[in-house]
């Protein structure tokens, strides 16, 4: 059985940098044909996608957030990271890790942890 949960603050002050981990089960983050992503819904919208890192290792961050944002991976660990700095208000949302196989599908999805960005 897959599975993913997140782990970071709950509450991040305006400027500072957040820093969340994915830690997976049940499924190795290296292995082929796997994509690692990080998905966010802010109060009262929709889900966004915000980057990913696939099993060979390369990532991809959507452009709205790539100056401020990074995936990285500990395959010692076999967790998944990601990094935005100078949060705003506007970053509070519930984060969400979740994986993509080979069938292109977001098959396995972690609970959400809750970041409010505050002062």
């Known amino acids: 059985q897959v599975q993913l949960q997140e782990s970071g603050p709950g509450l991040v002050k305006p400027s500072q940098t957040l820093s969340l981990t994915c830690s997976v089960t049940?499924?190795?983050?290296?292995?082929?044909?796997?994509?690692w992503s990080w998905i966010r819904q802010p109060p009262g919208k929709g889900l966004e996608w915000i980057g990913r890192?696939?099993?060979?290792?390369?990532?991809l961050i959507i452009p709205s957030l790539e100056s401020r944002s990074s995936v990285s991976r500990d395959t010692s660990k076999n967790q998944f990271t990601l990094q935005l700095s100078s949060v705003t208000p506007e970053d509070t949302a519930v984060y969400y890790c979740?994986?993509?196989?080979?069938?292109?599908?977001?098959?396995?999805w972690g609970q959400g942890t809750q970041v409010a960005v505050s002062s």
């Open positions: 979740a994986r993509k196989g080979i069938l292109g599908q977001y098959d396995y």
């Open positions: 049940g499924d190795s983050i290296t292995r082929m044909d796997t994509y």
């Open positions: 890192i696939a099993y060979r290792g390369n990532t």
